[in-house]
């Protein structure tokens, strides 16, 4: 039945009632029927409001809703055991050496803190090299964190970032050839190397971001030939774009190219085309989870992720400038920080992941119900 034979079909029925009511009725009728026929194409389906008309009907609306468990917190590990540096250009966040990590990290478990991803800074004169030596360094930040979380923490699930660039003395995501550019078989043995350190110190879940071709496969392999594959997550970096969000990470983590950029190896802005290449590359090679980094900025390719990658997670990483951006805005007056934080992290749940990277979390740890 369409809409406006309803409205009429109903103003029959009335025309039963006694006189005055009959003529008030009839009349609401006629003023309803002259409202609708203007905002109605005459199909019912056309009402929408009734839907959504309860806060309750309106959080029904969403396909993905954000909880807890969706949430991976960035954390900063120097070298130095009791640092505990606020990040000018991340507001409210820190370097901290192990000393302060389970203080610090104590009352986000207890709040439903799920997983953390851990970065290496290393800080002292002379860690850094050609090689990125330190990367592994059993005694390094990471290693030495990734023991302490699964002994203090024994249900927080812990991601490591693997890269090279924290730890060379060039900042590049890898090992040089001699006229400065990536030497990618050697820079992915490194890397798949790094990876391999990581995991069998413990990690839940190891994360290249060094964007060398042919990295997740090698890491996969070398999982395999040490018999942890089947408990180890390989998250891979997959569509990492390059671009000026990620300034206020590099002052974090002090991993600033000291020549040159990483343009060859991180997707152009435009790259749509060769995003999809890489995801479906990254899959072909054994990730189990596909990371668009930055996020808002690349709903469609968040989209395309999960529409590639239909049986896999997708994760996505808010990055430091999206952070920072939103910060600004609120410290601004031009919009409410929580209400942005929700628009922004819903947005990229609605695009497709099911996983955001997110300084936020801590905020949303007391925002959040589940
Ligand atoms: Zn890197």
């Not at 990254?282 to 990730?287: L, P, R, T, V």
């Amino acid at each position: 039945m369409s809409f406006s034979s309803l409205v009429s079909d109903i103003t029959y029925k009335d025309r039963d009632l006694d006189d005055r009511r009959s003529l008030v009725s009839r009349a609401r009728s006629y003023a309803s029927t002259a409202a609708t026929s203007v905002s109605i194409s005459g199909d019912i389906a056309s009402q929408l409001h009734g839907g959504y008309s309860h806060p309750l009907a309106r959080a029904w609306q969403a396909e993905r809703q954000l909880t807890k468990s969706m949430l991976i917190y960035p954390l900063f590990v120097s070298d130095n055991p009791d640092d505990e540096t606020l990040i000018p250009s991340l507001p409210g966040q820190y370097r901290r050496g192990v000393n302060k990590l389970v203080p610090y990290l104590t009352p986000l478990v207890r709040k439903g803190l799920k997983s953390v991803i851990l970065f290496g800074v290393p800080l002292a004169p002379g860690s850094k090299d050609a090689l990125g030596t330190n990367a592994d360094d059993p005694k390094g930040p990471v290693m030495s964190s990734i023991r302490l979380l699964r002994r203090s923490f024994p249900s927080l699930f812990i991601v490591a970032d693997v890269c090279l660039c924290e730890y060379t003395t060039h900042g590049h995501c890898g090992i040089l050839r001699d006229d400065g550019g990536l030497n990618n078989a050697l820079s992915v043995d490194r890397v798949s190397d790094v990876a391999m350190a990581y995991a069998e110190a413990g990690a839940h879940c190891v994360a290249p971001s060094d964007m060398n071709d042919g990295r997740i496969r090698a890491i996969k392999l070398k999982l395999i030939e040490a018999g942890i594959a089947h408990k180890v997550v390989l998250m891979s970096y997959a569509a990492k774009f390059s671009g000026c969000l990620y300034g206020p990470f590099r002052d974090a983590a002090g991993s600033c190219p000291s020549f040159g950029d990483r343009k060859c190896y991180q997707l152009p802005p435009g790259g749509r085309g060769l995003a999809r290449r890489a995801i479906q590359r990254d899959i072909n090679e054994g990730a189990d989870i596909i990371m668009v980094k930055p996020a808002s900025q690349y709903l469609d390719i968040i989209s395309d992720a999960k529409d590639i990658g239909q049986n896999l997670p997708v994760a996505a990483y808010q990055v430091s400038g999206e952070f920072a951006m939103i910060h600004a805005g609120a410290k601004a007056g031009v919009f409410d920080l929580k209400a942005m934080a929700f628009e922004a992290t819903e947005g990229i749940l609605r695009a497709g992941a099911t996983i955001v990277v997110s300084y936020f979390t801590p905020q949303f740890l007391d925002w959040l119900s589940n």
